[in-house]
């Protein structure tokens, strides 16, 4: 039996505010990455700084805000706000529980509450200044890890008031990190859409909205609305939707105080449950809720006095009630459905005429398929008892798991690969699912496929995302495949199937391609693991004649013992993302249609290849 330290007073041990937040990040940012997925830290630091110059702006104080990020690494924001208090900027970015937030006068209805934010960025920084200028003066601080290492006295200056933070992320915590503009701008326009007459500058790049959500929805809308998006706006409450032609399932984009709650809450519940009230009571008809909401898009925005949200990252609402002991999130948004929707309908029959043509199909379409899914969902369930294709893991995204974030489902080709990774997989939060061989080609197929392909049905069985994402079990859906022409095409099949049936997975971010080495070159001291013919090249020259090369040809090479590393913290992941302008068709019509010359140019720039030795 193993013994344990005695339990005395010099194991209790006192953390400093930077050290806590250094040695417990997850508690503050949700969890660290490399930039990779929009969930990952970097971005988290990003929000809370442009959080605070967003409040500024809702207050009515400042009417842009410039961000500039170098390299992919470096950020400065700079607003024009009122700027903090001379007197307390030290205070406010590094002494916890410090700030203006707490009084309800100042920041009504602010996103920052906890007086944590700012502080989390400079712990997290290897380097952080915060500058503060108000009617005339200039107030500098630069801290690195969250220790003051310069305190400058108050200096005169012509510039406008404001406050200017410039902050870089700590490489021995985010490794090997880069910021992506596509994240990034992302980001910036949903400020954009939900701040109107906002201006946020984004290297030198200008985004603005002046119709709000309704432009959100437009802009992000793949295919085509069945009638022109429903935007109204109410108190602390707006909201814009409509319904699209051949979509699967629901989508949403809702917000809270100007933070995008990517996993909902109670706001979003609401507006759910009501307008699937409120059309029934427009049309007199007792319709099933999901013939109502299949295919809707809905962007939905709520201001709330003292949100409280789930975890520090803020990306679901848990607050009953509009206010302290106000009325309650639930009867608010329903009573502006009940008033707004309803009126809407009446002015506009055109609008109520598509939308009910739209249910009736949706329901014809259930029907047809009910005996269907009863089948399929009857024999996965009897093949997922003896299902060796899937390896699932303890904690899943759809639970309250504080290690939510990093549940991870591998979907790898054979059973070579798919065991490599099992064994090297972490149980608690990493998932595998082997495909037999090559999966079907789905392009232009209809959702039937998905209960009538065994392997496809299995698939969107294990990840639960019949319906909606709502219960998705995986944060991070990767796809392991070689890297040849055989893995290319596979990673390409699996990527129509997500995009033909359940486009919303790849839009929120959830899909990955697994980036493993392409060598192993090292000595009798050193191993470095090469991605590309650079990384290579240069650890031959670094080793010298004693360099030991292997060349891995499929993931089945790569022993189990190597693999954690390659799924471990320092995991490297390629994005799946569909860019602002893409659509939905035509990226599906170049990846798997017919066989063009472009797209064959497309497949052979994008292996990994390089040559044999």
Same mark, same amino acid.
């Given at each position: 039996?193993?013994?344990?330290?005695?339990? %005395?007073?010099?194991?209790?041990?006192?953390?400093?505010?930077?050290?806590?937040?250094?040695?417990?990040?997850?508690?503050?940012?949700?969890?660290?990455?490399?930039?990779?997925?929009?969930?990952?830290?970097?971005?988290?630091?990003?929000?809370?700084?442009?959080?605070?110059?967003?409040?500024?702006? *809702?207050?009515?104080?400042?009417?842009?805000?410039?961000?500039?990020?170098?390299?992919?690494?470096?950020?400065?924001?700079?607003?024009?706000?009122?700027?903090?208090?001379?007197?307390?900027?030290?205070?406010?970015? &590094?002494?916890?529980?410090?700030?203006?937030?707490?009084?309800?006068?100042?920041?009504?209805?602010?996103?920052?509450?906890?007086?944590?934010?700012?502080?989390?960025?400079?712990?997290?920084?290897?380097?952080?200044?915060?500058?503060?200028?108000?009617?005339?003066?200039?107030?500098?601080?630069?801290?690195?890890?969250?220790?003051?290492?310069?305190?400058? @006295?108050?200096?005169?200056?012509?510039? #406008?008031?404001?406050?200017?933070? &410039?902050?870089?992320?700590?490489?021995?915590?985010?490794?090997?990190?880069?910021?992506? @503009?596509?994240?990034?701008?992302?980001?910036?326009?949903?400020?954009?859409?939900?701040?109107?007459?906002?201006?946020?500058?984004?290297?030198?790049?200008?985004?603005?909205?002046?119709?709000?959500?309704?432009?959100?929805?437009?802009?992000?809308?793949?295919?085509?609305?069945?009638?022109?998006?429903?935007?109204?706006?109410?108190?602390?409450?707006?909201?814009?939707?409509?319904? *699209?032609?051949?979509?699967?399932?629901?989508?949403?984009?809702?917000?809270?105080?100007?933070?995008?709650? %990517?996993?909902?809450? %109670?706001?979003?519940?609401?507006?759910?449950?009501?307008?699937? =009230?409120?059309?029934?009571?427009?049309?007199?008809?007792?319709?099933?809720?999901?013939?109502?909401?299949?295919?809707?898009?809905?962007?939905?925005?709520?201001?709330?006095?003292?949100?409280?949200?789930? &975890?520090?990252?803020?990306?679901?609402?848990?607050?009953?009630?509009?206010?302290?002991?106000?009325?309650?999130?639930?009867?608010?948004?329903?009573?502006?459905?009940? #008033?707004?929707?309803?009126?809407?309908?009446?002015?506009?029959?055109?609008?109520?005429?598509?939308?009910?043509? /739209?249910?009736?199909?949706?329901?014809?379409?259930?029907?047809?398929?009910?005996?269907?899914?009863?089948?399929?969902?009857?024999?996965?369930?009897?093949?997922?008892?003896?299902?060796?294709?899937? =390896?699932?893991?303890?904690?899943?995204?759809?639970?309250?798991?504080?290690?939510?974030?990093?549940?991870?489902?591998?979907?790898?080709?054979?059973?070579?690969?798919?065991?490599?990774?099992? /064994?090297?997989?972490?149980?608690?939060?990493?998932?595998?699912?082997?495909? /037999?061989?090559? @999966?079907?080609?789905? $392009?232009?197929?209809?959702?039937?496929?998905?209960?009538?392909?065994?392997?496809?049905?299995?698939?969107?069985?294990?990840?639960?995302?019949?319906?909606?994402?709502?219960?998705?079990?995986?944060?991070?859906?990767?796809?392991?495949?070689?890297?040849?022409?055989?893995?290319?095409?596979?990673?390409?099949?699996?990527?129509?199937?997500?995009?033909?049936?359940?486009?919303?997975?790849?839009?929120?971010?959830?899909? $990955?391609?697994?980036?493993?080495?392409?060598?192993?070159?090292?000595?009798?001291?050193?191993?470095?693991?090469?991605?590309?013919?650079?990384?290579?090249?240069?650890?031959?020259?670094?080793?010298?004649?004693?360099?030991?090369?292997? =060349?891995?040809?499929?993931?089945?090479?790569?022993?189990?013992?190597?693999?954690?590393?390659?799924?471990?913290?320092?995991?490297?992941?390629?994005?799946?993302?569909?860019?602002?302008?893409?659509?939905?068709?035509?990226?599906?019509?170049?990846?798997?249609?017919?066989? %063009?010359p472009d797209r064959q140019e497309f497949i052979l720039q994008n292996l990994r290849t390089s040559?044999?030795?």
């Amino acid at each position: 039996m193993e013994s344990t330290a005695a339990y %005395t007073d010099d194991s209790i041990v006192k953390l400093k505010w930077n050290e806590h937040i250094r040695l417990r990040p997850g508690m503050y940012i949700g969890k660290l990455g490399d930039g990779a997925s929009q969930d990952d830290g970097i971005y988290v630091l990003l929000k809370e700084v442009i959080d605070n110059s967003i409040d500024e702006f *809702v207050m009515g104080n400042g009417k842009s805000i410039d961000i500039q990020i170098e390299d992919d690494r470096s950020v400065t924001v700079r607003d024009y706000g009122r700027g903090i208090p001379l007197g307390k900027v030290v205070e406010c970015v &590094s002494e916890m529980n410090t700030g203006a937030k707490y009084d309800s006068k100042v920041f009504k209805k602010s996103v920052g509450l906890n007086g944590v934010g700012t502080k989390a960025v400079n712990a997290l920084s290897t380097a952080f200044c915060v500058e503060s200028v108000r009617d005339g003066q200039k107030k500098r601080a630069r801290f690195a890890g969250g220790e003051l290492i310069e305190d400058c @006295p108050l200096e005169p200056t012509n510039e #406008k008031n404001g406050t200017r933070i &410039s902050f870089t992320p700590d490489e021995s915590l985010f490794v090997n990190y880069r910021y992506l @503009p596509e994240y990034v701008e992302k980001m910036l326009w949903n400020y954009a859409y939900l701040n109107r007459g906002l201006t946020l500058v984004y290297n030198k790049t200008k985004i603005h909205s002046d119709n709000g959500l309704q432009e959100l929805l437009e802009n992000n809308i793949d295919g085509k609305p069945l009638y022109p998006v429903v935007y109204i706006q109410d108190e602390d409450l707006e909201y814009a939707f409509t319904h *699209v032609e051949n979509k699967y399932g629901e989508e949403y984009h809702s917000f809270v105080n100007g933070q995008h709650t %990517t996993q909902g809450g %109670t706001h979003q519940a609401a507006f759910r449950e009501a307008f699937v =009230r409120t059309v029934k009571e427009f049309y007199k008809k007792d319709y099933d809720p999901s013939d109502i909401r299949t295919s809707l898009v809905a962007a939905v925005s709520i201001k709330v006095i003292e949100p409280v949200f789930e &975890s520090q990252t803020k990306t679901k609402l848990g607050s009953l009630y509009m206010e302290p002991n106000g009325e309650t999130i639930r009867n608010f948004v329903a009573n502006s459905l009940k #008033k707004n929707v309803d009126n809407f309908l009446h002015i506009h029959p055109e609008v109520a005429e598509a939308l009910q043509r /739209k249910i009736i199909e949706a329901e014809k379409e259930r029907k047809s398929m009910a005996d269907l899914k009863k089948i399929s969902r009857e024999s996965a369930k009897k093949v997922s008892l003896h299902n060796r294709k899937l =390896r699932d893991c303890r904690v899943h995204y759809n639970s309250n798991d504080e290690r939510r974030l990093e549940t991870t489902i591998f979907i790898t080709e054979g059973d070579s690969a798919s065991g490599s990774i099992t /064994k090297s997989r972490d149980a608690n939060t990493q998932a595998v699912f082997s495909l /037999k061989g090559k @999966p079907l080609n789905s $392009y232009g197929l209809t959702q039937k496929i998905v209960y009538q392909n065994e392997e496809f049905n299995l698939l969107q069985s294990a990840l639960n995302i019949g319906e909606d994402l709502e219960g998705l079990r995986y944060n991070n859906i990767i796809v392991a495949t070689d890297a040849d022409t055989d893995g290319m095409h596979i990673r390409l099949l699996l990527l129509t199937f997500f995009l033909q049936f359940f486009p919303d997975v790849v839009k929120s971010g959830h899909v $990955y391609i697994l980036q493993t080495p392409l060598f192993r070159v090292r000595d009798k001291q050193e191993t470095v693991y090469c991605y590309t013919e650079e990384e290579r090249l240069a650890a031959i020259e670094r080793f010298g004649n004693k360099a030991e090369i292997t =060349r891995f040809k499929g993931l089945g090479e790569i022993s189990p013992n190597e693999f954690k590393t390659f799924i471990g913290p320092q995991m490297r992941l390629e994005p799946v993302m569909m860019k602002k302008d893409d659509s939905l068709k035509d990226l599906l019509a170049f990846y798997m249609g017919s066989n %063009t010359p472009d797209r064959q140019e497309f497949i052979l720039q994008n292996l990994r290849t390089s040559v044999e030795e």
